[in-house]
């Protein structure tokens, strides 16, 4: 049964830090793997994706990398900033596309000014 | 990308009663998924609701407490039945789109809250 874990579980930095937060997955056989963003009490902003064949995707300031062999993935938030703040949720898609996800517990991002 | 919306964004409801949440995409979808978010939780699938058929629902999850409709590609509802305070959560619908139908878009979510 796939599990996917996030760490840490929360993170607290001062404006235009680098960070990263870690994924990682215990079945490697993954279709792709998804970084959402998550405000409270609000729905899922997709942020990134990234297919099983790839090894990393970048959208403006954030970056993910995909290590299947390992179950690893990391996203990186260069220069953060105060609107970061969010918690941030990596999700598998096992075996196939247009099946659940299989979420982590997230890492909850605050980013002081 | 997906423009979902749910109806209704918000409730608070009484032990025992029924609610039925909606869910509307801006285009013809045909797979979508409804997640349940309990109080410091992760996303849990409750179902996946393809058109023209039966609702495929996940182990711990059954139709009588959270029966599904899906009448056309781009509506869907979601009934949590004779609630109880353990269904206090935030419900999501999402979409799979993309090549392959490879990414999944999610809506607004309701939030739920049983006294």
């Known amino acids: 049964k796939q599990e996917v874990t996030q760490i840490p579980a929360a993170l607290s930095v001062p404006e235009g830090e680098n960070l990263v937060l870690n994924c990682s997955f215990t079945d490697s056989a993954i279709y792709n793997l998804q970084w959402f963003r998550q405000d409270p009490g609000k729905g899922l902003t997709s942020l990134l994706l990234?297919?099983?064949?790839?090894r990393e995707q970048t959208s403006g300031r954030l970056n993910a990398s995909l290590d299947k062999s390992s179950g690893r993935s990391t996203l990186y938030i260069a220069a953060s900033q105060p609107g970061d703040s969010a918690t941030y949720l990596c999700a598998v898609n096992s075996n196939q596309a247009g099946t659940a996800l299989i979420f982590g517990k997230g890492t909850t991002l605050s980013v002081s000014s | 990308s997906a423009v979902i919306s749910q109806k209704p964004s918000r409730d608070i409801c009484q032990r025992g009663t029924s609610l039925t949440i909606q869910c509307q995409v801006d285009s013809q979808v045909t797979m979508m998924f409804w997640y349940r978010q309990q109080p410091g939780q992760s996303l849990t699938l409750i179902a996946t609701?393809?058109?023209?058929?039966?609702?495929?629902?996940e182990s711990g999850f059954v139709i009588d407490k959270f029966p599904i409709s899906r009448p056309n590609l781009t509506f869907s509802t979601l009934t949590v039945s004779n609630m109880s305070p353990e269904d206090s959560s935030i419900y999501l619908c999402s979409v799979a789109r993309g090549t392959g139908f490879n990414e999944q878009f999610f809506g607004p979510g309701t939030r739920l809250t049983v006294l």
């Open positions: 609701a393809n058109q023209g058929s039966e609702a495929t629902y």
């Open positions: 990234i297919q099983s064949s790839q």
